[in-house]
């Protein structure tokens, strides 16, 4: 079953601590995405990566951190320097911008909520 | 510059159609896409459609493109209580770095019995 996974799906955890989310594929995608998603408002892209070894911020970055050592795997890491970490993280995979897609269309794991206290 | 505006709310009864608007700015857009969300779930995609196309049909899901209005719609026929949700309308934006979605704020729909 191919598919994005996200654990866990709620983690909370203490001010000032840093936290990892995961997040998985086996759509042999390229490209892999992180997105926050707060209540009542559109996703906004924290960090992407379009190949492995490789990744851009995006417009929130700031408190974050990401790595892309297997093509699988994109963990986020949110960090004591990010001001208001309580929100809904989303993972999303997509071909890559060489890949055989015709629509580069962005696929989403189910989410993991996080609650900073 | 990249901005992807949708209203609110929208309200219909089941077995009514439902239009969800939404509209954009970058004019250089190629796909244009819907997505869905259930409550405290991820995205799912429904539709999407290129930008040299009018319209798209799938099953009870219709996609109009007006690329002179920057204006896209997805209308749900027969709408069922199983549609009520958050619909996001994205752009697909080339930048340096690759290929990026710009996400609408979303249209939650409620369904009425």
């Known amino acids: 079953d191919g598919g994005i996974t996200q654990s866990p799906k709620y983690l909370f955890r203490k001010e000032g601590q840093n936290v990892t989310l995961s997040c998985e594929q086996n759509l042999n995608h390229d490209a892999m995405y992180w997105y926050r998603q707060d209540p009542g408002q559109g996703l906004r892209l924290i960090y992407y990566s379009q190949i492995v070894n490789d990744f851009q911020k995006g417009d929130i970055a700031e408190g974050y951190s990401v790595s892309r050592e297997k093509k699988e795997s994109f963990p986020l890491t949110v960090t004591s320097a990010q001001k208001n970490p309580t929100a809904f993280y989303l993972c999303?995979?997509?071909?890559?911008?060489?890949?055989?897609?015709?629509?580069?269309?962005?696929?989403f794991g189910p989410g993991t909520r996080l609650t900073v206290t | 510059g990249e901005d992807v505006e949708q209203s609110l709310f929208l309200s219909v009864r089941e077995g009514d159609s439902s239009v969800i608007n939404c509209t954009y700015t970058?004019?250089?857009?190629?796909?244009l896409y819907w997505y869905k969300q259930e409550p405290g779930a991820g995205l799912q995609l429904l539709t999407y459609i290129f930008s040299n196309m009018d319209m798209k049909q799938d099953q009870r899901l219709t996609v109009l493109l007006n690329k002179k209005d920057k204006h896209l719609s997805l209308r749900i026929a027969d709408t069922q209580t199983g549609d009520s949700a958050i619909y996001f309308c994205a752009e697909r934006v080339l930048t340096g770095g690759g290929n990026k979605l710009t996400f609408g704020t979303g249209t939650q729909l409620k369904v009425e019995l």
């Open positions: 999303a995979s997509s071909t890559g911008l060489a890949g055989g897609s015709r629509s580069w269309a962005q696929y």
């Open positions: 970058d004019s250089s857009s190629t796909y």
